[in-house]
């Protein structure tokens, strides 16, 4: 199975509701922690439904919550305070990012593609895992783990060929980077088929992505594979 490598999450703390978007603010308010209690009375509701929301907000990293220093018997009161740092909460505006960085990448002239190509191939190296030291990779092999890490990207990924064959045609039916591959298509497909290539050579694979064809169907899009000698 090809595993994805990824680079961790954002640590999503998106309050979600509105009545979770009070609390937090009710505490950013503050000046200091709050127990459970303060929190329900500023809001005005229940101390049960203040601790429930209180507790999904610690789960997503919003609010942090610790144990206050005892003055007597009895247990710690447990208390609540924000996280520090900005918000990760609310909207996110990746696509505009990734056009302003894909514009200015275009803008650049005749090196472009190539540079697109290049940065691929490197994320490509980084995305697949490596096989293993003393492993020679099968072409049979090599595709099916490029097929694999295709569909975890979501490219919708399909081969077809006789049994026993090694394909030499990948149909792409879907493009996770579709409105930015219309918009870009010259920087945004050299950089699919160099993220193919980097993962390929990773395995050192006796195959290689040869090339790309944006839209060659309606709703496909076709990598053809090459088969070279194993390394």
Known sequence: MTTVKRDGSDGGSDPATPRRRTVLDVLR??????????????VGVHANTARFHLDSLVTHGAVERTLEASSGPGRPRAVYAPRPGMD????REYQLLARMLLSRLASTGSGAEAAAVEAGRAWGRHLIESAPPFHTVTD??????????????????VTTEEPGDVPDLIRLRHCPFLELAEEYRQIVCPLHLG?????????????????????AEPDVCHAHLVHTRAA
């Open 195 to 215: 993220m193919m290539k980097g993962a390929l050579a990773e395995l050192r694979a006796p195959v290689d992505a040869g090339r790309l064809e944006p839209f």
């Open 88 to 91: 990760r909460g609310g909207r």
């Open 140 to 157: 049979r092999e090599a595709v099916d783990r490029l097929v694999g890490l295709l569909v975890d990207l979501g490219f919708e990924p």
């Open 29 to 42: 308010a503050a000046g200091g922690p709050l127990g459970v209690s303060e929190v329900a009375e500023r």
